[in-house]
């Protein structure tokens, strides 16, 4: 059974920085990437970055490029996503997801493994 953990949410003045993480079990993620989408109240649902899991390369939405850093530990079976210079505007639920590279761009047609959510709140 595939697992996907988010911890380090929380409450955050703006312009902080915050990391998450995301514990992945259950499965090898060769082909695969993990990444991380958010929603913020009576928004959408936006996608934030990704890794693949072998690679390591990164791919990052427009609103976090030069502010977020995704990262990956293969031996720990972790994502992280480091944020920094937090805006009010960041405030949403994280989500970390996991699905196979080349299904990545079509993501907001679903993905095949969530995890439950961690909630980031900045203040402004």
């Known amino acids: 059974q595939v697992q996907l953990v988010e911890s380090g949410g929380g409450l955050v003045q703006a312009g902080g920085s915050l990391r998450l993480s995301c514990a992945a079990s259950g499965r090898t993620f060769s082909s695969y990437a993990l990444g991380w989408l958010r929603q913020a109240p009576g928004k959408e649902r936006e996608f934030v970055a990704r890794?693949?899991?072998?690679?390591?390369?990164?791919y990052y939405g427009d609103s976090v490029k030069g502010r977020f850093t995704i990262s990956r530990d293969n031996a720990k079976n972790m994502v992280y996503l480091q944020r920094n210079s937090l805006k009010p505007e960041d405030t949403a639920v994280y989500y970390c997801?996991?699905?196979?590279?080349?299904?990545?761009?079509?993501?907001?047609?679903?993905?095949?493994?969530w995890g439950q959510g961690t909630q980031v709140t900045v203040s402004s």
């Open positions: 890794i693949n899991w072998n690679s390591g390369i990164p």
């Open positions: 997801a996991a699905e196979r590279r080349w299904k990545w761009t079509t993501w907001s047609q679903g993905l095949e493994y």
